[in-house]
């Protein structure tokens, strides 16, 4: 039996070794050494690469990069000798005992019980102990042996390390009652599974809200995987796995999702098209009633040929016609049977609206003022 243990334990530290060796992630730039925390990293740039040791023990010549190390060397090398170390550049002196009280209070123990010595971070857990711990017998036994402790939380391990492949959970002596081990497990997954009460009646999924049964019926429930990944052939029923699949596998590209089904039935009933360029999938409407193509869904009906069903009223002197009585007000005023009256400032260019010299500006003068020249009335006209 004490065999089996000590290959057990060697197996988990050569797993808990092999993974932080996977996690290390930050490389120092001057030297071999990698690390699972930035922090670390830069404490590591600051105070110990490329520096001699500054951390010196007080009773011989040892020295350290880091204090815990010459604390270590106190414990084990000067034995009942206080535990401290000195800085050698900033001739300081540093205790472990404060060290370990500062480090208490950063972590926020601060709740200290009345009755026992015990600290404790929350107000919660100070609370839970004087009810159920402080001055009283343990009251949770584990139903295989004569097990007692105080928290489940105990009896829950000491029925997977002892009793293993038998159902974790507890008995409470004093209230007579059995509590299942699943709610230690994690209490997250034990209320959101208490929760659920909206059934499928199609599939044996279940949910804690109604939107979410709804959603499920709409979207999920007996339907192929309608969310499709841009930059490849990845398929899901929901969004927001292609969205965690785009930033895995596709970094620094756009990351959206497009809806097959929803592309299926818009090209059917409103033309679209869908095509993928190198920036991703663009749509293309096709107006019903000429073969002109538009990027946006508002200019799907050509406009000339929308106004040209509600043009009603005709000038007299040329085949133009209008849809409102001032334009054509306008168009006999300025436009019909004369001369172009509005010129660029820049080119030779005129035109019989201000609106078009405007445009003519802005595209060809783009570093210079958009205005326009009336040679009519010698005045100039600004947007």
Not at 177 to 204: A, N, V, W
Request: charged share 30%; net charge positive; glycine share 2%.
């Amino acid at each position: 039996m004490f065999k089996y243990e000590v290959k057990h334990d060697q197996e988990t530290k050569t797993l808990s070794s092999f993974m932080n060796v996977k996690m290390k992630k930050y490389p120092c730039p001057k030297c071999l050494s990698t690390f699972v925390k930035r922090h670390d990293l830069d404490r590591h740039l600051k105070y110990e690469c490329g520096q001699a040791p500054r951390f010196q023990c007080p009773y011989c010549s040892y020295r350290a990069k880091q204090r815990q190390n010459a604390y270590s060397h106190v414990r084990s090398v000067h034995k009942k000798s206080e535990v401290y170390t000195i800085d050698i550049i900033d001739n300081k002196i540093h205790n472990a005992e404060e060290s370990k009280a500062k480090r208490k209070y950063a972590k926020g123990e601060r709740f200290r019980c009345s009755q026992c010595s015990r600290v404790f971070c929350n107000k919660q857990d100070l609370t839970r102990h004087l009810v159920y711990e402080c001055g009283q017998a343990p009251r949770f036994q584990c139903p295989y042996c004569k097990y007692l402790t105080k928290q489940r939380q105990g009896v829950y391990k000491h029925i997977r390390n002892v009793h293993k492949k038998t159902e974790v959970y507890t008995f409470d002596i004093i209230t007579s009652q059995e509590q299942d081990g699943k709610e230690s497990m994690d209490h997250g997954i034990y209320t959101s599974c208490c929760r659920k009460k909206f059934l499928c009646p199609k599939c044996p999924s279940t949910f804690g809200y109604k939107h979410d049964l709804n959603r499920h019926l709409s979207y999920e429930c007996g339907q192929a995987p309608r969310f499709q990944c841009p930059h490849c052939r990845y398929r899901t029923k929901q969004r927001h796995n292609v969205y965690s699949h785009v930033r895995n596998k596709h970094k620094k590209r756009d990351v959206y999702a497009v809806d097959v089904i929803k592309i299926q039935n818009v090209q059917e009933e409103s033309k679209v098209d869908m095509k993928c360029s190198s920036g991703g999938w663009k749509k293309e409407f096709r107006c019903p009633k000429c073969p002109k193509v538009h990027q946006a869904q508002n200019t799907n009906k050509c406009r000339t040929r929308a106004n040209d069903e509600r043009k009603k009223i005709q000038c007299p002197n040329c085949p133009s016609a209008f849809v409102y009585e001032h334009c054509l007000s306008r168009h006999l005023k300025y436009e019909c049977g004369q001369a172009p009256r509005f010129q660029c400032p820049y080119c030779i260019y005129r035109s019989k609206r201000r609106c078009n010299v405007y445009s003519h500006v802005r595209k060809l003068h783009k570093t210079h003022d958009v205005y326009a020249i009336d040679i009519v009335n010698n005045c100039v006209f600004k947007p």
